[in-house]
């Protein structure tokens, strides 16, 4: 082609093209959610994980049409345990199960086969949590969570989806897929997450079990998780609005997930129904219709700093590095709005989330 | 033997095209063009290699191909939507995807295959890749996972071959090696080596 002549298109030689204005995402309602949950992996790390991640070929998690099946969450909290006959009753009847970190194992091995699974966390802990995989099970990773967690499901079902906790994301997801991608809101724990992914697949009928945010009888989990053994606690109770009602013994991130929760809630909770299972405070405080006060937010706060241990890569504790539950930087932390009360009460039917035990 | 049973499916795909391609709007959604800033990315691809524009279509991919100093070609089932500036420049092969090519050079150094594969009847969609295979280096191919509404103007299914993004990334792995495969969500991009 010679240098002194470019070919220009008919088309091009017919009409001149005006610049089309590309709409700008809304984000005030990320950053309502998200901002007050901080990230427990370095942002260095995490863009570590997701250039690397990107680029394993992976299919992306997509939205579909709503649906009228049922689904249940199975998250790791102490009462997954004392409500697992109702679980089991609600499998049997043609739930599907998401699990999510550990009870991914501890399902199958009481005979229950999910039929997805979800991870958010980037520590590479998590993939010791993936030493079963199943033919039967679609596995839902984040594109921060650690490769090794992607190595150990090579020739399953893999799908990758994205968060925002850092907008570094952005800069990577952007160029790589050209805007083509979508960002999974939620919280900084991996249940909040699997509700908006659910939700995104079209379920809005969703039962969560062993979502407790708090410790039941002295357990954190209902297995084993060295992880979070000796968390700092501290105790919260409700007695504005239930002066004979129990107190919840509470680690730092548990009261972080519920204040997320609370704000999911008040912003989208009229897209789903959420069945809420067991004893646990996200429950109690569902029936109540109770949110954190400034108070009690102080007392989560004051467990924060020297609070809980993190797993080396090497599997031994190590002292928590200084990113741990840190809001992340650039973004301030909001003064919680006062919650829509008609979103927090209990219902036997319409939108929302209600308690059901 | 008389066939009177069936026509031959080369046929029937040639004639809807010809058809379509009546239809200006459908000469204006062609994605190739978009694409090629894409390709050279992934490809690392230099001027002066030899590139063979896949289902080229209005031909809009191979002029900018060309503007960048690359030697290119094209093959297409129908030059009734080829661009006029297409037309008077770049070498133009009529030929249907999935059957012999008439071309007895060396392989192309690089196959461009935009907004092809989806339209393939299932059954030739693997025919396909195998002609590809045989006269391209390496590939690039950019695929519609989802349907497409140009039809219902003519009556007609253009997206034939609607597959989820690993189902391609599966086969075009297995006819070559995959070097990188991006899902865009409606549609895939996947770069091959054969």
Known sequence: MSNSKKLVSEKKQEKSRGKRAVPRKHTMFFDEVVDVGGMNTSEDRIKQHIEHNIRLGLPQIKPYLLNKDNVIIAAGGPSLESCFDELKEQYEKGYKVVAVNNTHDWLIERGINPSVYVMLDGRPFNSSFLNNPIPSCKY?????????????????????????????????????????????????????????????????????????????????????????????????????????????????????????????????????????????????????????????????????????TEVKESGEPSARNSDHNKVPQGKTTRKARRPRRKALESKDCGAGARATN | MEQWFLGNPRDAEEDKYERMWDHEAYGDHSPGEQLVDLFLEMSGAKPPARIIDIGSGPGRASIKLANLDFN???????????????????????????????????????????????????????????????????????????????????????????????????????????????????????????
């Open chain 2, 72 to 194: 290119v070609r094209m093959i297409d089932f129908t030059d009734k939507g080829l661009d006029k500036t297409a037309r008077q420049h770049i070498p133009f092969n009529r030929g249907c995807l999935w059957e012999e090519w008439p071309f007895k050079n060396p392989p192309f150094d690089y196959g461009f295959c935009c907004d092809v594969m989806e339209h393939i009847p299932p059954e030739y969609t693997m025919l396909t890749i195998h002609q590809i295979r045989k006269h391209c280096s390496k590939a690039f191919f950019h695929i519609s996972l989802i349907n497409d509404a140009f039809g219902d103007s003519i009556g007609e299914t253009l997206h034939l071959s609607i597959c989820p993004f690993e189902w391609w990334r599966d086969r075009l792995n297995g006819m070559g090696e995959l070097i990188e495969c991006r899902d865009f969500l409606k549609t895939g991009i996947y770069y091959v080596q054969f």
């Open chain 1, 140 to 308: 839902f990773l984040s594109s921060q969570c650690h490769p090794d967690s992607f190595r150990k499901l090579a020739g399953h079902q893999v799908y990758i989806f994205h968060c925002d906790a850092y907008a570094v994301e952005k800069e990577i997801l952007e160029p790589f897929y050209q805007n083509n991608y979508h960002i999974i809101i939620g919280g900084s724990t991996v249940v909040l997450r699997a509700i908006m992914l659910m939700r995104m697949l079209g379920f809005q009928y969703i039962d969560l079990y062993g979502f407790d945010s708090c410790w039941i009888d002295d357990k954190h989990h209902s297995y084993e998780q060295k992880q979070n053994d000796g968390e700092k606690t501290c105790i919260l109770s409700f007695r504005d609005y239930d002066p004979d009602g129990p107190t919840f013994k509470v680690s730092f991130w548990m009261g972080k997930q519920l204040q997320e929760f609370q704000r999911l809630v008040n912003q989208v909770g009229d897209l789903f129904k959420l069945n809420v299972h067991g004893d646990g405070l996200v429950a109690y405080m569902l029936k109540l219709g109770a949110e954190l006060n400034q108070e009690q937010m102080e007392q989560l706060k004051e467990i924060d700093d020297e609070s809980g």
